[in-house]
């Protein structure tokens, strides 16, 4: 399946588990290791466990390939590796600190998903 295929069952998946503040970074040609980073804020450590554990039966759901799931329960931040897409799921703390948005630089925005409820 294709990137595009796994950024839209990710981003599903976040938005259906009530993670905020989506944004999608095109890092293709300036990563050697993904094409696609998703940044993903949850509201607290547990939901963020939530949301991860959503995302990956998704993607187990859709047939995608999972290389590791990384991140503690109270580190307020989980990464999980599909490869080609990236997806990080934040506290709003962690986000602000390591501003991964500003270390991948402007260009590389895909999309910001808004999920107001």
Do not use: P
């Amino acid at each position: 399946m294709s990137t595009k295929n796994l950024s839209k069952i990710c981003n599903h998946s976040l938005i259906e588990s009530k993670a905020v503040d989506l944004l999608s970074l095109d890092v293709k040609n300036i990563s050697s290791f993904a094409d696609e980073i998703i940044l993903a804020t949850a509201t607290s450590n547990r939901h963020a466990v939530s949301v991860s554990e959503q995302l990956v039966d998704h993607l187990k759901e859709n047939k995608f390939h999972i290389l590791g799931v990384e991140g503690e329960i109270d580190s307020g931040w989980i990464l999980v590796d599909c490869g080609e897409v990236v997806i990080n799921i934040m506290r709003q703390e962690q986000r602000d600190f390591y501003d991964l948005e500003g270390l991948w630089g402007e260009n590389t925005l895909l999309k910001k998903t808004t999920n107001d409820y």
